[in-house]
């Protein structure tokens, strides 16, 4: 592919017009759940506040309120303040967008603290990883903006569990759009997934930060976080070590692409590695896939930036850098591969989101 290559824009687009089967159900749901026929115009925003003030209290109520079926735009808007609760978008219900009003995204917080070992209130056993998110988004086209996502679980004073692992936001699902968000954790933070391994999931980040220590961006999704921030953080006992991505790629797919972005955080040098291959379930099949790019690099970054996991060789899979800069950048060797100026010319945000143009609309 030519390295002049036409890049996809990715300002935010015209609002589309609605279909009729959208208008339709905009002027039922107006009667229904979201006031009197005269309030259907403004159906498509649901506002949810802690004090009364809106038209729910709770996150997870507002979504509740979108029929299954849904596909036209939603957009729940939050204001500011911290919700303690667990927050689930089911398939049914897509193009559904959490927005915090505030003028920061730290004023808008969503925060749970459940972890892979937490055992389930009705006694059917633990969460699991992927159960363990505080939102779960599994509807095409969800979007979240200008908020925080956050895992408070702690691992401190929990060292007897068996099963550390805490996510704060899981995406399984295709064309998400992750806006100025803050997604905050430990141990698995970020669970970039699809509906099934034969699903293709696309994710586009930008305006971003993440935060954790261990394998905190993870899963199969084809994902883009594109002028953001990576936070390493210590772990529980004040150490410094940790793993960034821990991709799953399937074999034809693409995986994890960082570009433009920044990998900073208070911890000691040469302790974090940037990645490892993640063969969920020892499925050898698997490619998994992270590329960074065009990034700053802390001097937290591993001399040898890859490494093995549960068995597998990183270096039988995809990991690479291209034009990486900061303390914690390096040449090309062995341990380090570099694409080569061709080979980035194929590594680009457009060929990741193969002819989908994020909007916020």
Do not use: C
């Amino acid at each position: 592919m030519a390295a002049n290559r036409r890049r996809t824009s990715l300002r935010p687009g015209p609002r589309r017009a609605l279909t009729a089967g959208a208008a339709a159900f905009l002027s039922v749901a107006a009667l229904q759940t979201f006031g009197t026929a005269s309030d259907a115009a403004a159906a498509t925003t649901l506002t949810v506040a802690k004090d009364g003030s809106g038209q729910y209290s709770t996150v997870q109520a507002a979504v509740d309120a979108i029929p299954s079926g849904n596909t036209a735009r939603i957009v729940v808007s939050i204001k500011p303040g911290t919700y303690r609760e667990l927050v689930k978008i089911p398939s049914t219900k897509q193009n559904v967008t959490l927005q915090g009003s505030g003028s920061s995204r730290k004023d808008t917080v969503i925060v749970y603290n459940n972890a892979s070992g937490t055992q389930k209130p009705d006694g059917s056993g633990t969460y699991g990883t992927s159960g363990s998110a505080t939102v779960a988004a599994e509807a095409n086209g969800f979007q979240a903006r200008n908020l925080t996502i956050s895992n408070d679980f702690d691992e401190g004073a929990n060292q007897n569990m068996s099963g550390l692992q805490a996510v704060a936001l899981r995406t399984a699902a295709d064309k998400v759009f992750l806006d100025s968000v803050i997604v905050t954790g430990d141990q698995d933070t970020l669970l970039l997934d699809t509906a099934s391994k034969a699903t293709l999931g696309r994710v586009y980040m930008k305006n971003s930060y993440v935060i954790g220590n261990v394998d905190f961006i993870f899963g199969r999704a084809t994902a883009v976080i594109d002028a953001s921030v990576i936070t390493l953080k210590k772990r529980w006992d004040g150490s410094s070590a940790g793993y960034i991505a821990a991709p799953s790629t399937a074999a034809d797919r693409k995986g994890f692409l960082i570009t433009r972005s920044t990998v900073n955080g208070d911890v000691s040098a040469s302790s974090f590695h940037l990645g490892r291959p993640w063969h969920a379930g020892g499925d050898a099949s698997l490619d998994p896939m992270a590329t960074f790019r065009d990034t700053t690099l802390s001097s937290a970054v591993r001399p040898a930036p890859w490494t093995d996991m549960s068995g597998f060789s990183w270096k039988d899979d995809r990991f690479a850098e291209y034009k990486n800069t900061g303390p914690g950048s390096g040449s090309a060797s062995s341990d380090r591969p570099q694409l080569s100026d061709s080979q980035a010319a194929e590594q680009e945000t457009a060929d990741w989101l193969a002819g989908w143009t994020p909007s916020a609309s």
